[in-house]
């Protein structure tokens, strides 16, 4: 199976590694040309276009930083779906569009999946990540062989847009436990106690998380590069809002965390690491909310393993 691999920033230039390791002929494109020569360099191929990776590949996957980039790729690869094509979104984008962009792939005579990952840059690069797929269970049979290449756990979610509707969920949930740990961790620094016993603590507690396991590292060793941006946090929380507002849910805390991320945008930049946002409550309280002994960046130490799918328990 011939496969195009679009868009190798932070994840999807991990996800296609994956691929590359594992032996699959895959041909690439992104806008930065460092980034195809690096993956060139490892044994893949120059795709040259999204058009031409339509034309010459049996599966084109897409991981992209907006539902915009997406359109525009998918409209430019269009004219040539058609019999036994299929498109692959790995990119966490709006539901209501990955079902608009899919049916015009489908009604073109090929095949949709939206399969967004989560679980870290770091297990992105290790093929150690999760991944969504939602798409008819006859084209998720197809396309499970490269998903368990990728990624550890698949869930097939049900229809078209079910992966992504679930993967803004949560990111949105994600956001909410880091905005909390530099909370706690700061209360607890201003109470006296040591940051590392604080970490040990919440890591054996009912508190524990995994974006404590992987976040709460960096932001104590002072790193702060979780290889994730605030950019990309506000895309994905607006996201899980807009879902709220469409089915009439009365949220109180998405709303607060969007005006808390807003801030850091405007404080650290638009595009600052996501975990930066324990600096507002730093420069609020005087206090420095680190402490020695954890790493400058995270390392997946789990064994490579093929993957497999996850079966969702049974509602019956």
């Avoid at 469409?246 to 109180?252: A, C, G, I, K, Y």
């Amino acid at each position: 199976m011939k496969v195009g691999f679009i868009g190798l920033g932070n994840v999807g230039g991990k996800l296609s590694g994956s691929l590359l390791r594992n032996g699959v002929d895959l041909h690439v494109h992104d806008l930065n040309a460092e980034f195809v020569a690096n993956k060139v360099s490892q044994g893949a191929s120059d795709g040259g276009s999204p058009a031409e990776l339509m034309q010459s590949c049996d599966v084109v996957i897409t991981c992209l930083p907006s539902p915009a980039a997406s359109a525009a790729v998918v409209e430019a690869m269009l004219p040539h779906v058609g019999p036994g094509k299929i498109w692959m979104e790995m990119s966490t984008t709006d539901a209501a569009e990955i079902e608009r962009l899919g049916r015009a792939v489908i009604d073109a005579g090929g095949a949709a999946v939206d399969c967004p990952v989560s679980g870290g840059c770091h297990r992105a690069d290790t093929g150690n990540i999760s991944i969504f797929a939602a798409c008819d269970r006859a084209t998720f049979e197809r396309i499970l062989p490269l998903l368990t290449l990728m990624g550890r756990r698949v869930l097939h979610t049900g229809d078209l847009g079910t992966a992504s509707v679930l993967k803004v969920m949560t990111n949105y949930l994600a956001t909410v436990n880091l905005i909390s740990l530099c909370e706690a961790m700061t209360v607890m620094k201003a109470s006296g106690m040591d940051l590392a016993t604080t970490f040990q603590a919440i890591s054996m507690s009912s508190g524990t998380s995994f974006v404590h396991e992987t976040e709460s590292q960096l932001i104590l060793s002072g790193s702060r590069d979780v290889n994730f941006t605030m950019d990309l946090i506000q895309k994905d929380i607006g996201l899980f809002q807009k879902l709220a507002d469409q089915f009439s849910v009365p949220l109180e805390i998405s709303p607060l965390i969007i005006d808390i991320m807003t801030d850091g945008q405007k404080r650290y930049g638009e595009r600052a690491q996501s975990d930066r946002i324990i600096e507002r409550l730093e420069e609020a309280t005087g206090l420095q909310i680190l402490a020695d002994g954890f790493p400058q960046e995270l390392i997946d130490d789990e064994p490579e393993e093929r993957g497999y799918e996850v079966k969702a328990r049974s509602s019956s």
